[in-house]
């Protein structure tokens, strides 16, 4: 059996959003297919079962990029062990591809987005660190897994990364196909949220302290639910999910058409209980996960230019609307078009999206 090692250099267990999700459930996968160890910081736990092994001891601190005692103890990880492979979650370890032949293992670097463009337009000062750590991860890597033809595009033009060694990998759903849940389950979020039953549901969610996500907050409240109020007839609540800070929730009380629901257990219950999902962000990078999410638990989108990147072109039209970045009006529409009709998921979105044929397709590859 193939031996794999995951590096991962931040906290993504137990996994409450969409990046934690995304590395986990990768892993989670591709322990059922492979012998997989994850080194990961010290702050990781799972109480769930997991089908690979995790090694929580990295520091919980980006100094670790730069700390000697870190680099040995990866070294000696890997000494000691037979890896076949080597993946990196994101590109800071890069100093890693320089030792990979004196180890015989094969060095993935799994891009999540082209992260040097994420910190620079954050406005991060150390972005140019990240540009230099980067191309040498892709220089030094075996294969590259990209998240979107869209990064890889930009791969290719700013750091010269070739066809034969990229892979796109989107994020996936552990969802197989498409379930219908019970009227009485989708009642229970009405009674819980004491919502009328010609109101329809709308969903939003994502990590609050992302910038991206607040500007689509703000998006909801200055754009979307002015339009919205334009048709008297159409009744409506937005459900944002997700621990929201009590500045944000103080700010937005007084509006009666939006509810904050918290963390939830299962954002899937909502996903399956809404008319529809709206995704009114405009800026960050890779494909957003929030959509594949809802897609999969067979919501319909309403989604930006911008959010809509990464999803199959046959999704458009029937499960996916998408309006132009600033076309508040269009997306209003595209709204109460959707909330109106239930279209199934297309079975093609679970073969090209669930995780289990996403791990088949890339070991295919780089085994």
């Known amino acids: 059996m193939y031996n794999f090692l995951s590096i991962i250099w931040y906290k993504v267990l137990p996994a409450h959003y969409g990046g934690q999700k995304d590395i986990s459930r990768f892993n989670q996968h591709l322990g059922l297919k492979v012998h997989l160890t994850a080194l990961c910081s010290s702050d990781n736990k799972s109480n769930e079962p997991l089908s690979y092994k995790i090694v929580a001891a990295l520091p919980v601190s980006k100094t670790q990029f730069f700390n000697p005692a870190t680099k040995k103890l990866i070294l000696n990880q890997i000494s000691r062990q037979h890896y076949s492979h080597v993946i990196l979650e994101h590109p800071y370890h890069a100093w890693i591809g320089k030792h990979k032949k004196k180890w015989g293992v094969k060095l993935i670097v ?46 290719k033009d700013m750091f010269n990364v070739t066809d034969e060694k990229s ?47 607040i500007m689509a907050l703000h998006n909801i409240v200055s754009h979307i639910i002015p339009k919205l109020q334009k048709y008297s007839v159409f009744k409506f609540r937005i459900l944002i999910c997700g621990n929201q800070q009590e500045e944000t929730i103080n700010q937005y009380k007084y509006l009666p058409e939006i509810l904050f629901t918290g963390f939830v257990d299962s954002i899937d219950e909502y996903l399956q209980s809404a008319d529809v999902f709206i995704n009114p962000v405009t800026t960050g990078s890779g494909i957003q996960t929030k959509n594949i999410e809802a897609i999969a638990n067979g919501l319909s989108v309403s989604a930006t230019q911008f959010a809509s990147t990464g999803l199959p072109d046959y999704l458009h039209g029937n499960k996916l609307l998408i309006s132009d970045n600033d076309n508040w009006e269009q997306f209003a529409q595209n709204i109460i078009e959707l909330s109106g009709k239930k279209t199934p998921t297309p079975s093609q979105f679970y073969t090209d999206f669930y995780w289990g044929n996403i791990i088949d397709r890339i070991l295919s590859i780089v085994l």
């Open 167 to 213: 892979i796109i990998v989107p994020y996936g759903t552990d969802i197989s196909n498409q379930s219908i849940l019970p009227e009485s389950a989708k009642n229970k979020i009405r009674l819980k949220h004491n919502l009328n039953p010609e109101e329809k549901i709308i969903l939003f969610a994502g990590t609050p302290d992302y910038e991206p996500n």
């Open 110 to 155: 799994h891009a999540h987005n082209i992260e040097f463009l994420r910190m620079k337009q954050r406005k991060k000062w150390w972005w140019p660190w990240v540009k230099y750590v980067e191309k040498k991860a892709f220089d030094r890597a075996d294969f590259i897994l990209f998240k979107t033809n869209k990064d890889l595009l930009l791969a």
